[in-house]
């Protein structure tokens, strides 16, 4: 059982929300998230924070006792899982100042407001990767108690790599030894992180990240890790590192031979060594700067506000004034014309993709980030949709092993669904205002409308 598992499965919810006793969905089109095909008419039986029974209108007769919630002329599936998001940031241009100016506002303001966008956006869990551990902790386990609205969290807490970037102490710890390297992951253990978080890793001695990654998988935590160099993926691979995130090489035209020989040698090894290799290669970010910079109206949406202060947001849209001179996005038009090959070249390897978008970076809002990922898989880079879906809900929940909990729309797992008025599997773009959201029984969007009297009243937008 994971540390994430035995949270939910004690899930007690309290004055945020509280779900329906028994609740029927019928009539949409379902994506189940297990990859057969969808199922028309269909029927979801959900009892408490748990579904019962899945079926259509002609196999499985809703009982007594039910509220019946149309999804007539909808495509219901799994809720989102977002892989590589940062609660505690918001979009906000300048590191340098955000996070001095706003550390003591991770809490109680940025990181809550994080939390409940992405869920309202459609995302019922997600791994926040890389912030400091006390706030990491606070926020997944208010979000387990009910006493804030968000996704399903995993933390990583702080990033460990050889030396801290100056300033970034408090979310970054350093290791320079072997010793180093087990006691830091101890103590992320001990303290209940769910994951952790590698980067920088050719900066390490060898033995320094074999013992990092060894003494977490002894703890049972599954090592994320960056692969913005060659060396970062090739000693990743060495070690074990389960999941790999970004595109990385900057402006190389593609991933070298040696990188892809090696990728493929451990994705011929399956279920020898430890299952599938994953993947986040976070794209759309580096994929859409430029159309952003030229039309940056989708900065305008104020989806991001919900649950920031006035001057948080003030603060923020200055920060985003001149998009063309962010120092943050200079090199990105160089990098753009690598991504479909490097894009393919991890397809090609065997690697299992997952949706993740480094959400709340640089003009990266946590209400749009997600949709966005996935409408850059599908419209450009010719990625079937139903194996997108998968990548958004399904291959998640294994790679974080719980997809006997949640991931898929199945009997026993947790009631974390979502729906759009209209063929998903035509138009995936239709993600981008999600109609229906539940998780864990409780229906946070209806019709399109966000229920707010099930927010805490910080986080309305009335």
């Not at 189940?32 to 408490?48: H, T, Y």
């Not at 943050?328 to 065997?350: C, D, S, V």
């Not at 139903?386 to 719980?402: I, N």
Request: glycine fraction near 8%.
């Amino acid at each position: 059982m994971t540390r994430m598992f035995a949270l939910a499965a004690g899930l007690v919810l309290t004055a945020t929300a509280t779900a329906q006793d028994r609740q029927a969905l019928v009539g949409g089109t379902l994506i189940d998230g297990n990859g057969g095909p969808p199922v028309r008419n269909s029927v979801i039986l959900v009892e408490d924070d748990r579904i019962t029974a899945v079926g259509n209108q002609d196999s499985l007769p809703v009982p007594d006792g039910y509220e019946i919630v149309s999804t007539e002329g909808m495509t219901v599936l799994p809720g989102l899982w977002e892989m590589h998001a940062h609660l505690m940031l918001t979009g906000h241009a300048d590191y340098a100042h955000w996070h001095p100016a706003y550390r003591d506002r991770f809490e109680d303001e940025i990181m809550p407001a994080s939390a409940v966008q992405l869920l309202l956006a459609g995302v019922t869990t997600a791994r926040d990767l890389g912030a400091p551990l006390a706030e990491s902790l606070s926020i997944r386990d208010r979000i387990n108690a009910g006493e804030l609205p968000g996704p399903r969290l995993f933390v990583s807490g702080p990033f460990l790599q050889n030396e801290p970037y100056p300033g970034t102490e408090a979310y970054r710890w350093g290791i320079s030894s072997v010793r180093e390297a087990r006691a830091r992951v101890r103590e992320l253990a001990e303290a209940g992180v769910d994951i952790i978080k590698l980067v920088d890793q050719d900066e390490m001695e060898i033995e320094e990240v074999r013992a990092l990654v060894d003494e977490a998988h002894a703890h049972g935590l599954r090592v994320v890790g960056h692969s913005h160099r060659a060396d970062e993926i090739l000693i990743g691979l060495d070690v074990g590192v389960d999941n790999f995130e970004h595109t990385g090489l900057t402006t190389a035209p593609e991933y070298p031979p040696e990188v892809i020989e090696a990728l493929r040698r451990r994705t011929s090894q399956g279920r020898v060594r430890g299952g599938p290799l994953y993947w986040t290669p976070t794209i759309e970010g580096l994929w859409n700067y430029e159309r952003t910079r030229d039309n940056p109206e989708r900065l305008d949406n104020t989806c991001w506000h919900r649950g920031l202060q006035p001057d948080t947001i003030a603060d923020i849209e200055a920060s985003l004034e001149h998009v063309d001179q962010l120092e943050y996005m200079q090199l990105t038009p160089l990098r753009r014309p690598t991504l479909r090959r490097k894009f393919e070249q991890l397809r090609e390897a065997g690697v299992v993709m997952l949706i993740g978008t480094d959400s709340g970076i640089p003009t990266k809002f946590h209400c749009q980030s997600t949709w966005n990922e996935i409408d850059i898989w599908t419209r450009e880079l010719d990625v079937p949709v139903m194996d997108v879906v998968r990548s958004a809900t399904y291959w998640p929940s294994v790679l974080m092993g719980v997809q006997d909990q949640w991931g898929r729309i199945q009997a026993g797992l947790y009631a974390d669904i979502i729906a759009v008025e209209g063929d998903l599997l035509t138009y995936p773009s239709l993600l981008q205002s999600v109609d229906f959201v539940m998780k864990g029984g409780v229906v946070y969007v209806e019709d399109g409308n966000v229920i707010e009297e099930r927010l805490p009243q910080s986080l309305r937008m009335e």
